[in-house]
């Protein structure tokens, strides 16, 4: 069974940064996608960035150029930095793995479509 565990998230000044870690326990990133999603109150979850297992990766418009993913196989972690925060960026900040076949830019879009999720990790920015 898959397990994964974030860990990073804080309260933050805008402007400021933040990595987030996600360690899989029960999985080994050598197939499937792996991302991060984030989710404030009130609205939907959103694919925020994601990576393949080729090591392709994609971003939101809303994130491009401030936060990157990537990830460490032997440890099977996946980061995300998280530069140039602003008050938006707010949101429990999840990490998700799709196992099977999937193409991360069409994946990202559609969080229903992830098998493993972490317990989240909650990202404040204040102005």
């Known amino acids: 069974q898959v397990q994964l565990v974030e860990s990073g998230g804080g309260s933050v000044q805008a402007g400021e940064s933040l990595r987030l870690s996600c360690v899989a326990s029960g999985d080994a990133f050598r197939t499937g996608c792996m991302g991060w999603f984030r989710q404030a109150p009130g609205k939907e979850r959103e694919g925020v960035a994601g990576?393949?297992?080729?090591?392709?990766?994609t971003y939101t418009d809303s994130v491009k150029g401030r936060f990157t993913i990537s990830r460490d196989n032997a440890k099977n972690a996946l980061y995300l930095q998280m530069n140039s925060l602003k008050p938006e960026d707010t949101a429990m900040y999840y990490c998700?793995?799709?196992?099977?076949?999937?193409?991360?830019?069409?994946?990202?879009?559609?969080?229903?479509?992830?098998?493993?999720w972490g317990q989240g990790t909650q990202v404040t920015v204040s102005s």
């Open positions: 998700a793995r799709e196992r099977g076949a999937c193409t991360i830019s069409w994946f990202l879009a559609r969080p229903g479509l992830w098998n493993y």
């Open positions: 990576m393949g297992a080729g090591g392709t990766t």
